[in-house]
């Protein structure tokens, strides 16, 4: 795991995917269960008492970073 998130510590990493959740407007159980975990999971992910898997980093990236390029995708076309 340090491999993927270098330095980052727990916590430091859990507060980037509660910024990333709360920016994506996605609710804490709506997120676990896109990631097919218990909402207290993800809880204690973004709390940094306990370290997120590679499959799942990579599941909230992309959930995270769908949501937010939707969210985008109208301001873009207004241009």
């Not at 795991?1 to 509660?18: F, H, Q």
């Not at 959740?21 to 996605?26: C, F, H, W």
């Given at each position: 795991?340090?491999?993927?998130?270098?330095?980052?510590?727990?916590?430091?990493?859990?507060?980037?995917?509660?910024d990333a959740?709360?920016?994506?407007?996605?609710t804490?159980?709506?997120?676990?269960?896109?990631?097919?975990?218990?909402?207290?999971?993800?809880?204690?992910?973004?709390?940094?008492?306990?370290?997120?898997?590679?499959?799942?980093?990579?599941?909230?990236?992309?959930?995270?970073?769908?949501?937010?390029?939707?969210?985008?995708?109208?301001?873009?076309?207004?241009?």
């Open positions: 795991m340090a491999a993927v998130t270098g330095s980052l510590a727990p916590e430091a990493l859990g507060e980037l995917l509660r959740r709360e920016n994506a407007k996605l804490q159980a709506a997120a676990a269960q896109a990631l097919n975990v218990a909402r207290t999971t993800l809880v204690a992910i973004e709390q940094g008492q306990r370290r997120a898997r590679l499959e799942e980093l990579q599941k909230l990236a992309a959930l995270y970073r769908g949501l937010t390029q939707r969210a985008a995708a109208p301001e873009q076309c207004e241009g």
